[in-house]
């Protein structure tokens, strides 16, 4: 009936090891998540925005940049100066290849 305490007095270092593991494990998760709501909330608003919105979102800048040809950054597309096809069939037969 006389025992004699022991030294283990809490679960120790391992333990602990866990939890800050497990702990660090769910900071990085919610500060993944939370790039993504921001992302995903920057795309809802570029897609909601009407023409008499001007303003312009990083990404947007980034996308317009990607399309861009090169040499051309910030110049507005040229326009075509030839007049569009007529529909319907064309006046003349395409080119034969040579191949028979």
């Not at 090891?17 to 790039?35: D, H």
């Not at 897609?47 to 040499?71: C, F, M």
Request: glycine residues 8%; without cysteine.
């Amino acid at each position: 009936m006389n025992e004699v305490p022991t030294a283990n007095g809490g679960p120790g270092f391992l333990a602990f090891l866990a939890f800050f593991l497990l702990a660090l494990a769910l900071w990085f998760l919610m500060r993944n998540m939370n790039a993504r709501m921001r992302r995903m909330s920057y795309r809802q608003q570029a897609a909601h925005r009407g023409k008499g919105e001007p303003q312009a979102t990083p990404e947007d800048l980034a996308a317009e940049a990607d399309v861009a040809p090169a040499g051309a950054a910030g110049a507005a597309p040229a326009q075509s100066t030839q007049p569009p096809e007529p529909a319907g069939e064309p006046d003349e037969p395409p080119a034969a290849s040579g191949k028979d």
